[in-house]
């Protein structure tokens, strides 16, 4: 019986609608066009540009800031919410549950109209800490859905192996529980800072003067008409995705042998 090519065809259709607009911006960041409509000739123009826009590095900067210390901070209370939803129970932990899980299916313009109309009844000032503040709200939610199933499959009798060793809780718990649930704070850790990182929407809502974060930046490029310069920095930002997605590779790789 002969094989069906349905399926690889599929494949390589779905392959090339996901891959052919980034290959497609990436040749035309080396375009000496500016509007993109035919090929100029190969040129670094619009990189050695983009190396004097002093207000996309600005806001890189504020996007890293906010990116590093909201992770942080989720980071912390997203595995000690992940925690307490694993080991208690009772109607207080259901409430607490419906927090933890709602930010993740409220649409992100509700909710950034939310966070705004609060910081305003606040009398809040927009800056960088309520981007923070808003960046905080919902990658807390996201750290402690991948720890705690990360919770689900671990085996707390070890923890009481290092109790009945003369470890006290906080001991068991520094150099037992945090090492072994090291892999999920660092996947959660790893997937806040994704999301923090590449927050419009949200960050949109609650700026204010000097606080502009690269999504934001990029998004008043689009509408000032600076598509050559989006496209270098497009494909600079790819470059430092692949390289560190190599690097933790490797360092897996190393951590097996």
């Known amino acids: ?26 040749i035309n960041s080396f375009n000496a066009s500016k509007f993109g409509g035919g090929w100029g000739g190969f040129s670094l123009r619009w990189y050695r540009e983009l190396i004097d826009q002093r ?5 890189l900067r504020n996007t890293l800031v906010i990116a590093f210390s909201a992770t942080a901070l989720s980071v912390v209370l997203g595995t000690s919410a992940a925690f307490a939803l694993h080991r208690f ?15 993740l299916v409220v649409p992100d313009i509700l909710m950034g109209m939310s966070l705004l109309l609060f910081f305003v009844a606040l009398s809040a000032q927009l800056s960088l800490l309520t981007i923070f503040l808003a960046h905080v709200t919902f990658c807390i939610s996201y750290v ?9 499959d671990f085996d707390f009798s070890i923890v009481e192996a290092a109790q009945d060793l003369g470890a006290n809780w906080w001991t068991a718990a520094w150099r037992v529980l945090l090492p072994m649930l090291a892999p999920g704070i660092g996947a959660g850790a790893l997937l806040a800072f994704t999301l923090s990182i590449d927050d419009f929407v949200i960050s949109f809502f609650v700026a204010g003067p000097g606080s502009t974060t690269l999504p934001i930046r990029i998004y ?14 497009s494909v600079l930002l790819l470059v ?8 933790s590779q490797k360092l897996t790789e190393e951590k097996i042998k």
């Open 144 to 152: 402690a859905m991948v720890v705690l199933a990360r919770l689900q």
């Open 89 to 103: 129970t009772g109607r207080l932990q259901r409430l607490h549950y419906t927090l933890i899980y709602t930010p």
């Open 1 to 26: 019986m002969k094989r069906s090519r349905i399926p690889l065809y599929t494949t390589c259709l779905v392959l090339l609608f996901f891959y052919l607009p980034i290959a497609v911006l990436v």
């Open 240 to 247: 430092i995705t692949f390289v560190l997605v190599w690097f």
């Open 55 to 59: 207000e996309i590095w600005h806001a």
């Open 220 to 233: 008043s490029m689009i509408k000032h008409g600076s598509p050559p310069l989006i496209n270098a920095l």
